[in-house]
């Protein structure tokens, strides 16, 4: 059986955090929350620093600068209208999982926006892990419908882990 999120460290400081642990937990209750069952789902997580989600930011969003995370979705399930839930994916064989896509987080930016909320940097960034895991399912936050929903989900998800409304 595969795993749920298969994390990719690139910068060590995210050892420091159990990153893996981090990920495998909030992905697990995301998943959960919205009646998927984990095992069927795969995610890819890579923990970079600025500079790597700066290229990647560039890249894919012509926007040049760090960011704390980045979500690359297997598929664009997004709903036609605002306020409205995405279509969830179908489960793959726990042996050959429904990819889910990708998912990029940054330590600086993470770590700087933890110490500004006052925020523990590991329920700040298992925030950001369900927030990129929600934009993997088709969740978006451009329209005010859409981000009320998305973060609801996210309130919703984190009190199950005992974190505290982010918003």
Known sequence: MEPLVDTVIEDPRWE???????????????????????????????????????????????????????SFPSEDRAPEEPGLAPELPEPGDPDDPEELGDIAIAWETCAREAAEQEKAMQDHVTHLIVHGILHLLGYDHIEDADAELMEAIETRVLATLGIADPY
């Open 16 to 70: 420091g955090i159990d990153l893996p642990a981090l990920a495998s937990r909030a992905a697990g209750a995301t998943l959960a929350a919205l009646s998927l069952e984990p095992e069927g789902f795969g995610i890819v997580l890579m923990g970079c620093d600025d500079a790597r989600i700066a290229e990647l930011n560039g890249a894919f969003r012509q926007k040049g600068q760090p960011t704390n995370v980045l």
